[in-house]
């Protein structure tokens, strides 16, 4: 329907010209209308961070480096020229294929795989950076993962670290690691790691 001009508009009876600018306000509401239900009922299927119900979940295991002998899990991937000014082995960079296990024992239940990189990131101290994969395999986790990132100073004992998201049963995930090195148990060629982790999930 095509507009009418406005001398024709004005020529119209009075009768007329209200019947036309009654039927245009009747469109306009109705337009109005569905386009309101429209955007109320986009708002309610998008869930927000409030809707969605949240838990805690507690995971501890243990991580394995196996650092020599015929079948090393880390190996190192950049040699970076080192020099007088950078003693802390800057930029040497590692990937992580490591054992998880339920206990320290290298021996003990096995949980999944540690699966990522790291590297020495600080040019002052040991500082490491680290790019973790938690991918498990036994249990009600199995096929879930986490990922971790974080920075990590590795002569300390005890370290903290973010969690920031996972896959499967974790999906939305977020919450943080404390990795607890067992000194004790290690050597130069096995190092024992003790982690805690605590996740917010759906």
Known sequence: ??????????????????????????????????????????????????????????????????????????????????SSDSPSGFGTTFMMDNLLTEGPELSSNPVGRAQGLFGLASLEDRGMVMLINFAFTEGDYAGSTLSLLGRNPVHDTVREMAIVGGTGVFRFAKGY???????????SEHFVVEYDVTISHP
């Open 1 to 82: 329907m095509s507009l009418p001009r406005v001398d024709n508009f004005l020529a119209m009876t009075p009768s007329i010209r209200f019947f036309f600018l009654y039927i245009l306000s009747l469109i306009s509401t109705h337009i109005t209308t569905a386009l309101c239900t429209f955007s109320q009922q986009s708002l309610i299927t998008l869930p927000t961070d409030q809707q969605r119900s949240e838990k805690l979940t507690h995971l501890h295991f243990f991580y394995h480096d196996i650092l020599k002998g015929k079948n090393p899990t880390v190996v190192q991937i950049i040699y970076p020229e080192q």
């Open 177 to 187: 690691a404390i990795a607890k090195s067992h000194w004790d148990l290690s050597s």
